[in-house]
């Protein structure tokens, strides 16, 4: 019985006496941390920092170096995948470029930079809207151009038309006169024809006559 009792209170000595199991025990404890990330977030890269930062994430996730760091209730983990496994990561074992700045300024840098993004986009979408108005006022003009340059294409064509239908309306006066003065010079000849005949037979009656 007081074997038992004395190894029993030796284990416990040991366990008390060796604070690195303790810390292992503590490291297992965190290393099993899990956060519901459904997809990669998207993220914002601080060019004054080295590395980007989550945005729209209820997490406060960075990304650097091929891994995502999270903080979370003031504790850092680290992974190589934004499903986990997690690990509990130590402050002083953060890459220099992340530990050496506040949660709390990391969250203002990427404010800041996605503020100064959305408005570039902002004036980006202005420059386009701009740019394609213009161009379509451009094709609209063109269009126009277009239909004005068919307009007088047409008109040409009528106008064309119309004068040669004027041409074609004289040429057929001028034959119609030519026909008329035709037929006119052949009465007349007839006339004359028929007076000389006229004359011919009054002198052949005065003649008749004479004998």
């Not at 986990?84 to 709390?104: A, C, F, T, V």
Request: aromatic share 8%; glycine share 6%.
């Amino acid at each position: 019985m007081k074997k038992t009792i004395w190894l029993a209170a030796g284990v416990a000595g040991m366990l008390l006496g060796n604070p690195a199991i303790e810390a292992q025990g503590a490291v297992r404890v965190q290393i099993g941390r899990s956060f519901a990330i459904e997809s990669r977030p998207n993220f914002i890269m601080l060019p004054d920092q080295g590395f980007s930062v989550a945005v729209g994430s209820p997490y406060d996730i960075v990304f650097y170096g091929n891994y995502y760091y999270i903080c979370q209730d003031g504790s850092w983990y680290r992974s190589s995948n934004y499903r986990g496994p997690w690990r509990y990561m130590r402050r002083n074992d953060l890459p220099s470029r992340i530990r050496k700045n506040r949660l709390e300024d990391i969250r203002r840098y990427r404010d800041a930079e996605y503020s100064r993004r959305n408005h570039g986009n902002v004036m980006d979408q202005q420059r386009w809207n701009e740019d394609n108005r213009r161009h379509l006022d451009q094709q609209r003009n063109d269009e126009n151009n277009r239909r004005n340059l068919d307009q007088k294409r047409n008109d040409e064509d009528n106008r064309r038309n119309l004068d040669q239908k004027r041409n074609d309306e004289d040429n057929r006066r001028d034959l119609d006169r030519k026909r008329s003065d035709e037929d006119n010079r052949r009465d007349l000849d007839r006339k004359r024809s028929d007076e000389d005949n006229r004359r011919d037979l009054d002198q052949k009656r005065k003649d008749e006559n004479r004998k």
